[in-house]
């Protein structure tokens, strides 16, 4: 498996297992299956309300726990910086560890930014107590990383964003690069179904991406992870089917050319499939998370 080394020199598998919309009776299944297939990085968060079916399938699994790289995020309902600390808690109760690798916030709150940074405060604290291993961002555009950066002490090691051949938030990636932030992807094979030129299409079905895949007898998924993958980011995909699993880690064997890694960033389309980062809320999408 390909390491990334973070910008504080923790080092972190490039592919891991994204558990984002997996209900929690199939969660630990999906876990299970990654981890026996040879994944070392599962990525959770608070508000997925699967924390602890992912601890259970890593304690589970026979692996040992220090080679297994666990990631979650605090949401916005907890944001603030006693709210933060004991969002922490939380997550490490049920995910059932005493040390988490990274934590990072799962979103920017823009009209409450007062909270963000509070709460980005609890998370160096954290880091400097020895509780994480590694502090991080997610869904932070550059007005917002830039606002973050003028205060904080640690320079975010992840900034985790929507990024996939239709939508490659190229700004974003430069600003994180040039300060020592890693993309991460979530959705990297673009997992939402998007529209391009008027038509009712996907990322899987592209034209472009399924003629390179057909080239080195790959999927079109695999073509997308290992885009990423050779562009330098570092991809969470989801899946619970474990032939889907399997598949997604099998992307070491195979190098796209320049000109095929050219040919799938002109796919861009700057179509978001999220949720509008500046739109996030309280009031539209905080909702308490549950104590461990």
Do not use: C
């Not at 299970?32 to 959770?44: C, Q």
């Not at 020592?180 to 899987?204: C, E, K, M, V």
């Amino acid at each position: 498996m390909d390491m990334l080394k973070l910008n504080n020199d923790v080092k972190m598998p490039a592919l891991g297992l994204g558990v984002f919309q997996t209900p929690p009776e199939e969660t630990r299944a999906a876990v299970e299956a990654a981890l026996s297939t040879g994944y070392r990085h599962i990525d959770t968060a608070a508000a997925y309300g699967n924390e602890r079916e992912v601890g259970q399938a890593i304690h589970g699994s026979g692996v040992d726990r220090d080679e297994v790289f666990l990631e979650t995020k605090i949401w916005i309902s907890d944001y603030g910086y006693e709210e933060t600390l004991h969002g922490f808690d939380k997550s490490a109760g049920k995910l059932g560890v005493d040390q988490i690798d990274l934590l990072i916030l799962h979103q920017a709150l823009p009209s409450e930014f007062d909270k963000t940074m509070e709460a980005y405060r609890a998370l160096e604290t954290l880091l400097e107590q020895g509780k994480v291993r590694a502090i991080g961002v997610s869904n932070f555009m550059v007005d917002h990383l830039t606002r973050l950066l003028d205060t904080a002490t640690v320079v975010p090691a992840v900034n985790q964003i929507e990024v996939h051949p239709y939508f490659q938030q190229r700004e974003v990636q430069a600003f994180g690069a040039e300060h020592g932030i890693l993309t991460q992807a979530w959705s990297p094979i673009g997992g939402i179904t998007f529209y391009r030129d008027g038509n009712h299409g996907s990322t899987l079905e592209d034209p472009t991406i399924v003629g390179i895949a057909q080239a080195h007898s790959k999927s079109p998924a695999q073509v997308m992870l290992r885009w990423h993958l050779q562009r330098g980011r570092s991809v969470i995909p989801k899946s619970t089917k474990p032939h889907r699993i399997a598949e997604n880690v099998d992307v070491v064997d195979f190098t796209l050319t320049a000109e095929e890694l050219a040919a799938i960033d002109a796919l861009d389309t700057a179509q978001r499939g999220g949720p509008e980062p500046e739109d996030i809320t309280l009031e539209s999408f905080g909702r308490p998370i549950p104590e461990a």
